[in-house]
């Protein structure tokens, strides 16, 4: 376990409908992937989805050391998505030290709204 995992965390693996709006959220950052937003009452939030989860599966596919189009692309497949995923709260330095040892970039994260069809 790495110093970047929080060691009171579990995983969870939670299924995400999407819903006339699309999934409802958005996700920030490459390697580990994030969850940046969820829109309340939205399909993810349904679900159980929160704000500064680390994206670790995609339909049990692992993508950790996937890059941020390729999860998009994951989770925008199909009508519904298994999402495995860690809950971080914490403050990432700008040391950039991310999740599981992965450097993340500090500002220049990419993100993607991931609504509607």
Same mark, same amino acid.
Not at 33 to 58: C, F
Not at 77 to 84: F, P
């Given at each position: 376990?790495?110093?970047?995992?929080?060691?009171?965390?579990?995983?969870?693996?939670?299924?995400? %409908?999407?819903?006339?709006?699309?999934?409802?959220?958005?996700? @920030?950052?490459?390697?580990? !992937?994030? +969850?940046? $937003?969820? *829109? /309340?009452?939205?399909?993810?939030?349904?679900?159980?989805?929160?704000?500064?989860?680390?994206?670790?599966?995609?339909?049990?596919?692992?993508?950790?050391?996937?890059? %941020?189009?390729?999860?998009?692309?994951?989770?925008?497949?199909? @009508?519904?998505?298994?999402? !495995?995923? +860690?809950? $971080?709260? *914490? /403050?990432?330095?700008?040391?950039?030290?991310?999740?599981?040892?992965?450097?993340?970039?500090?500002?220049?994260?990419?993100?993607?709204?991931?609504?509607?069809?």
């Amino acid at each position: 376990m790495s110093a970047a995992e929080p060691t009171s965390q579990k995983k969870r693996t939670l299924i995400v %409908h999407k819903d006339e709006s699309g999934y409802g959220l958005t996700l @920030s950052g490459d390697k580990p !992937t994030r +969850v940046q $937003t969820v *829109r /309340i009452n939205g399909a993810s939030h349904r679900s159980g989805v929160r704000e500064g989860d680390v994206i670790l599966k995609v339909n049990g596919q692992q993508v950790t050391d996937s890059d %941020h189009i390729e999860v998009v692309k994951l989770i925008q497949g199909g @009508s519904y998505v298994a999402l !495995t995923v +860690v809950h $971080t709260s *914490r /403050i990432i330095p700008e040391a950039r030290v991310g999740y599981e040892g992965v450097e993340m970039e500090a500002c220049r994260s990419p993100t993607a709204s991931i609504t509607g069809t």
